[in-house]
């Protein structure tokens, strides 16, 4: 390399990483814009659900086939990009497999590992895209996938193919150029390459110059296309490759089935079965205090791990398959409640940009606009979803902040839940008999 092509390169590694500090910044700030949470207790349970679901894939591998593909995509893609300090370092410095010198055996086994990972992911990204485009598993083609986020599938896995091949044409073009008799410029002796092996000799009857070229060629592309992706996964659902370790780290440790309690609901009551309370004492006005609602209607209304949770989501439906609602024929779609949750945020992040760091209002809200009360109410709370989710996402903590604000700041329940809650509030149960027959259920057997 020339030291204008060095000066290239860092410039190139300068716009892509600034690109990408851009980018996670912005999603940090849209995740701050939810409601705080303290998600800091318990941290050796929450380190082990990260390196249980995050890191080992535990709840993946439920689902074999799938789960082992997509192990030998995330091992594959995660170690081979190990090779990305290397290419840095030679981008900048000019030299050439800088590391080969100072580990030995040790680099001749992680090249042959890098390239027997590598032929894994192609298989793997082969079989994810015949599942999806050929035999066209039903929850791939659901209707809430219509659009970019079908289409982002299918970029993500062109993108891995090409970025593999790019890997191992590279090694093949270097491979025949280690063994040119006498040597070749600067292409030293170095690495093992049990697949590129294979593909080196489709380099035979090329000038040396041309190989060499060749060679620039996959080397400014390759590492161009991972500095691409890197910034393709703000758009896109492959951003879980980042933020399944927090996610994990963060989700709700309590019981499935268990619901929080509003705070201002429970002073209320705690108020109110105080008897040394004043019930006619006005509380004291706090003028610094935001005013708060019951339950959400936007996104600014949900918490922070909520909206993690949204960013998170990776868009395999299987929320969505095991959701009782959906299959039943319902408009749930657990996938679809992250999705558009995520798609508001977006949209409320990009109102942010335009007006110079301040939300200015647009007459939109999450509920209504991006979710549909009927949605919301076709929820059994059935907890399938989150059981099924690979990286602890939690739609059903949506689903019942939405309920919450429907009911307590609507009243816009269905009517059946309405005439439950009037039975409670008259009778003390939930059906319409008079609270001196309201256990009389107990003595018919």
Same mark, same amino acid.
């Given at each position: 390399?020339?030291?204008?092509?060095?000066?290239?390169?860092?410039?190139?590694?300068?716009?892509?990483?600034?690109?990408?500090?851009?980018?996670?910044?912005?999603?940090i700030?849209?995740?701050?814009?939810?409601v705080?949470?303290?998600?800091?207790?318990?941290?050796?349970a929450?380190?082990?659900?990260?390196?249980?679901?995050?890191?080992?894939q535990?709840?993946?591998?439920?689902?074999? $086939?799938? /789960?082992?593909?997509?192990?030998?995509?995330?091992?594959?893609?995660?170690?081979?990009?190990?090779?990305?300090?290397?290419?840095i370092?030679?981008?900048?410095?000019?030299?050439?497999?800088?590391?080969?010198?100072?580990?030995?055996?040790?680099?001749d086994?992680?090249?042959?590992?890098?390239?027997?990972?590598?032929?894994?992911?192609?298989?793997?990204?082969?079989?994810?895209?015949?599942?999806?485009?050929?035999?066209?598993?039903?929850?791939?083609?659901?209707?809430?996938?219509? /659009?970019?986020p079908?289409?982002?599938?299918?970029?993500?896995?062109?993108?891995?193919?090409?970025?593999?091949?790019?890997?191992?044409?590279?090694?093949?073009?270097?491979?025949?150029? @280690?063994?040119?008799?006498?040597?070749?410029?600067?292409?030293?002796?170095?690495?093992?390459?049990?697949?590129?092996?294979?593909?080196?000799?489709?380099?035979?009857?090329?000038?040396?110059?041309?190989?060499?070229?060749?060679?620039? $060629?996959?080397?400014? $592309?390759?590492?161009?296309?991972?500095?691409?992706?890197?910034?393709?996964?703000?758009?896109?659902?492959?951003?879980?490759?980042?933020?399944?370790?927090?996610?994990?780290?963060?989700?709700?440790?309590?019981?499935?089935?268990?619901?929080?309690n509003?705070?201002s609901?429970?002073?209320?009551?705690?108020?109110?079965?105080?008897?040394?309370?004043?019930?006619f004492?006005?509380?004291?006005?706090?003028?610094?205090?935001?005013?708060?609602?019951? /339950?959400?209607?936007?996104? @600014?209304?949900?918490?922070?791990?909520?909206?993690?949770?949204?960013?998170?989501?990776?868009?395999?439906?299987?929320?969505?398959?095991?959701?009782p609602?959906?299959?039943?024929?319902?408009?749930?779609?657990p996938?679809?409640?992250?999705?558009?949750?995520?798609?508001?945020?977006?949209e409320?992040?990009?109102?942010?940009?335009?007006?110079?760091?301040?939300?200015v209002?647009?007459?939109?809200?999450?509920?209504?606009?991006?979710?549909?009360?009927?949605?919301?109410?076709?929820?059994?709370?059935c907890?399938?979803?989150?059981?099924?989710?690979?990286?602890?996402?939690?739609?059903?903590s949506?689903?019942?902040?939405?309920?919450?604000? #429907?009911?307590?700041?609507?009243?816009?329940?269905?009517?059946? #839940?309405?005439?439950?809650?009037?039975?409670?509030?008259?009778?003390?149960?939930?059906?319409?008999?008079? @609270?001196?027959d309201?256990?009389?259920?107990?003595?018919?057997n």
């Open positions: 390399m020339s030291y204008l092509d060095n000066i290239l390169f860092a410039i190139l590694l300068i716009v892509g990483f600034g690109f990408f500090a851009s980018s996670v910044k912005k999603i700030r849209n995740i701050n814009l939810g705080d949470v303290n998600r800091k207790d318990n941290s050796k929450r380190w082990k659900n990260m390196a249980l679901i995050a890191l080992g535990s709840k993946m591998v439920r689902r074999p $086939v799938a /789960g082992i593909l997509h192990i030998f995509v995330y091992v594959g893609f995660v170690i081979i990009n190990i090779e990305l300090l290397e290419i370092i030679d981008g900048l410095f000019g030299t050439h497999r800088v590391f080969a010198p100072y580990l030995g055996v040790v680099y086994v992680l090249i042959a590992s890098f390239e027997i990972l590598a032929i894994l992911v192609i298989f793997a990204v082969i079989v994810f895209w015949i599942r999806r485009n050929v035999i066209r598993l039903k929850r791939f083609i659901n209707p809430d996938l219509n /659009g970019f079908k289409s982002d599938a299918n970029y993500i896995l062109y993108f891995e193919t090409v970025l593999m091949l790019l890997f191992l044409l590279m090694n093949a073009s270097d491979l025949h150029l @280690q063994n040119v008799p006498g040597g070749f410029s600067h292409f030293h002796k170095a690495g093992s390459f049990p697949i590129s092996q294979f593909i080196a000799p489709m380099f035979n009857g090329m000038s040396n110059e041309l190989v060499a070229l060749l060679f620039e $060629v996959f080397w400014w $592309v390759h590492i161009a296309g991972i500095l691409v992706f890197m910034n393709y996964l703000y758009f896109s659902k492959h951003l879980h490759i980042l933020l399944a370790f927090p996610n994990t780290y963060f989700a709700n440790l309590n019981p499935e089935g268990q619901f929080d509003l705070e609901v429970t002073k209320e009551v705690k108020l109110m079965m105080d008897p040394n309370a004043d019930p004492a006005a509380a004291p006005v706090d003028e610094n205090a935001v005013s708060s609602k019951f /339950g959400a209607s936007d996104v @600014q209304d949900l918490n922070w791990v909520q909206l993690l949770n949204a960013y998170t989501c990776t868009e395999c439906g299987r929320c969505t398959s095991s959701c609602a959906n299959q039943t024929g319902k408009k749930l779609s996938r679809k409640i992250m999705m558009d949750t995520r798609d508001r945020l977006t409320v992040g990009k109102n942010i940009d335009a007006n110079k760091g301040v939300f209002p647009d007459n939109k809200t999450l509920l209504n606009d991006y979710i549909t009360p009927e949605e919301l109410w076709a929820c059994t709370s907890n399938a979803c989150v059981e099924e989710c690979p990286v602890n996402i939690s739609p059903l949506i689903i019942m902040d939405m309920r919450r604000y #429907l009911v307590m700041e609507q009243s816009a329940a269905p009517m059946s #839940l309405n005439a439950m809650m009037t039975n409670i509030e008259n009778n003390g149960a939930p059906w319409q008999y008079n @609270q001196q309201r256990l009389n259920w107990k003595n018919e």
